[in-house]
């Protein structure tokens, strides 16, 4: 049971807009900021957005995030093959202390 | 450019030690807090430990308390995790990342390839 709570799957098609969800509580994104990491098949993660909405060089701006109290979302415009993909959450929770993930959001394109 | 590159996964059997390394390049290492980050097979990440830059502080997941220890070698630009007294749910692919810590912000910036490792006798 991960701390913070992602849907398991999520799909679109091609040039679609699709919506990722995050829940977590006061000690975790209630606090802190949120970062998402996209894993793709057989690949390590890599940094998509840090702090809540910033995307690091050569992340499309296609990705977007955002955060409202206790929640956040990614939103991925104008969807891609390429985008098929593992989506995770994850923020700094002062209660542990430490990193706390999401369990994970499966992408599919149809 | 930064490089992160693990080693020293295997197949140990349960109640067995395994030491994990991550040579790091690219950036000055002194001056960055460094994780261990898990992933079970087929399933999602999970953070396992992190050590500030001069090693002073450390942190860990209530799981690998007692069992797991962080540390790193300023000379050799390297990150190691100490596992011992493993068990089956340690098995996992074994991350070492940069991290980005400040106030209210923390994340992971740059990933290793990963090392496995699998318990299991």
């Known amino acids: 049971q991960s701390v913070l709570t992602q849907p398991p799957s999520a799909s679109g098609t091609p040039g679609q807009r699709v919506t990722i969800s995050c829940s977590g509580s006061?000690?975790?994104?209630?606090?802190?900021?949120v970062n998402w990491y996209q894993q793709l098949p057989g690949t390590a993660p890599k940094l998509l957005i840090y702090?809540?909405?910033q995307r690091p060089s050569g992340v499309p701006d296609r990705f977007s995030g955002s955060k409202s109290g206790t929640s956040a979302s990614l939103a991925i415009s104008g969807l891609q093959s390429e985008d098929e993909a593992d989506y995770y959450c994850?923020?700094?929770?002062?209660?542990?202390?430490?990193?706390?993930f999401g369990g994970g959001t499966k992408l599919t394109v149809l | 450019e930064v490089q992160l590159v693990e080693s020293g996964g295997g197949l140990v059997q349960p109640g067995g030690s395994l030491r994990l390394s991550c040579a790091a390049s690219?950036?000055?290492?002194?001056?960055?807090?460094m994780s261990w980050v898990r992933q079970a097979p087929g399933k999602g990440l999970e953070w396992v430990a992190n050590i500030k830059h001069d090693g002073s502080d450390k942190y860990y997941v209530d799981s690998v308390k007692g069992r797991f220890t962080i540390s790193r070698d300023i000379a050799k630009n390297s990150l190691y995790l100490q596992m011992n007294s493993l068990r089956a749910e340690d098995t996992a692919v074994y991350y070492c990342a940069r991290d980005i810590q400040g106030d209210y912000i923390y994340y992971f910036d740059y990933w290793g390839q990963g090392t496995l490792v699998t318990v299991s006798s």
């Open positions: 006061s000690s975790n994104i209630g606090t802190n900021t």
């Open positions: 690219g950036f000055t290492f002194s001056i960055y807090w």
């Open positions: 702090t809540n909405n």
């Open positions: 994850a923020a700094w929770d002062d209660s542990l202390p430490g990193v706390v």
